[in-house]
């Protein structure tokens, strides 16, 4: 979900003039269909255009992007293309766009699960030919959905979005961190935390209560008859849990303390992250940096798998922009299978392309496989429906939040989850 708070903002603007012709059309939110090279002006014609494309930092500090850009603008002469790059991070690409959909990007990455809001918008371009196909041919059903409302396409998932297990080798064996328990059992230095909590506004906190069955408007996130059972008494020693987790001096807390603060002197076990940052800590602990899924918990006597929210991270198209056709070429070469394969070999970000996810450099790759189990075995669904997604991550978030300050304490459990569970529902 899931990185990664807005950076600020800064343009990295560059222009590129070439030969030969193309030109564009404006955005109206309609099936917008593009294939490499299509083009509606005469041959020889050349049209200026601009584009904007908000990404992450790491494709930026990286070099990706760039290169993605400048090798797009040899591949299509037609379009003399003055870029404009700037960082907006895939955790918060629909709070920027819905700021200003006319000033926001031309092309942006964002996480799946914002889909919902920016579809209802009109703020996202349908998308159809060469770039659906992309999509419904190129990747599997499951990650396709990620992308698509009403079995429309309105995207181009372009990696797995969820997280896994990170732990310093130096601090923690295989088998400690095979539970929390465990983790938090090992006896380490006192300058030492065994472990990081980390809520990403309810996409990390989610993990606990799904592990241990419970649901948000149904199994699928989609039927609000259902309710929420999170105030049931399974809720209620997951909420005990996370207070005597969250409270132990052993656990580190979000926003107290930097994790790469923290591993620079080996003085983190465990934490939960995603592929984007693997590079970082890799290039900080080493040998000394263990992945793996993420563990067990026991809240009630009972051991939970703990399960993540999956989604995708994906390509879209502003249904503003004043340069369609370009933009959705642009949007469809980021996501095809070679530029997946410069993600993962830059930047770690496992490909959705079942044939670059097939190729040899990422089926031998620790860390693929670590996600594609993680993927199987330690996952469910991140539910897209457009309740969920305007109530859960207000209300879910500020849980970890209140346990902290000590609003929510093991006296007030029952009442809290109840009105939680109201602000979801009514």
């Known amino acids: 979900m899931k990185r990664k708070a807005l950076a600020c903002v800064l343009a990295a603007v560059m222009s590129v003039s070439l030969l030969a012709g193309c030109g564009s059309d404006s955005g109206n939110g309609d099936t917008i269909s593009s294939a490499a090279g299509e083009s509606s002006a005469a041959a020889g014609e050349v049209t200026d255009v601009s584009l904007k494309v908000w990404c992450p930092q790491n494709q930026v500090d990286t070099g990706i992007m760039e290169q993605q850009q400048t090798a797009f603008a040899a591949e299509h002469p037609e379009w003399n293309i003055t870029w404009t790059t700037e960082i907006v991070g895939e955790d918060n690409a629909k709070t920027e766009v819905l700021k200003d959909v006319d000033a926001a990007a031309d092309v942006f990455l964002f996480s799946s699960d914002q889909l919902i809001e920016l579809v209802d918008a009109g703020a996202i371009a349908q998308l159809g030919g060469t770039a659906e196909a992309m999509v419904k041919d190129t990747m599997s059903e499951a990650v396709s959905a990620t992308a698509m409302v009403d079995d429309a396409t309105y995207a181009i998932p372009f990696t797995h979005n969820t997280f896994f297990m990170f732990y310093d080798k130096t601090i923690m064996s295989e088998d400690d961190v095979t539970s929390l328990e465990k983790i938090m059992a090992k006896e380490t230095a006192d300058n030492v935390y065994n472990y990081y909590f980390e809520s990403s506004g309810g996409w990390k906190l989610g993990a606990y209560y799904y592990g241990a069955g419970l649901t948000v408007f149904g199994p699928q996130g989609n039927d609000l008859s259902a309710g929420c059972d999170w105030n049931n008494e399974t809720g209620v020693a997951v909420t005990n849990y996370l207070i005597d987790l969250i409270n132990n001096p052993k656990c580190a807390y979000d926003g107290e303390i930097a994790v790469s603060e923290l591993i620079e002197d080996h003085r983190l076990g465990v934490w939960f992250d995603g592929s984007w940052n693997y590079n970082t800590y890799k290039d900080i602990l080493g040998d000394d940096l263990g992945i793996g899924v993420i563990p067990t918990f026991n809240p009630d006597g009972n051991d939970y798998q703990l399960l993540g929210f999956y989604g995708s991270k994906c390509i879209g198209v502003n249904a503003h922009s004043q340069n369609m056709a370009a933009a959705v070429a642009f949007a469809t070469y980021l996501g095809n299978e070679e530029n997946q394969l410069l993600r993962f070999e830059k930047s770690a970000q496992i490909p959705t392309n079942i044939n670059a996810s097939a190729s040899e450099a990422v089926t031998s790759d620790p860390l693929a496989a670590v996600i594609v189990k993680e993927a199987n075995e330690a996952s469910v ?28 304490n093991k006296d007030n459990v029952q009442q809290k989850l109840d009105d939680f569970v109201k602000a979801m529902t009514e």
């Not at 109530?391 to 346990?403: F, L, N, V």
């Open 381 to 408: 669904m991140q539910p897209v429906h457009s309740v969920f997604s305007t109530r859960y991550w207000t209300y879910a978030g500020a849980i970890p939040t209140e346990i902290r300050s000590g609003e929510i």
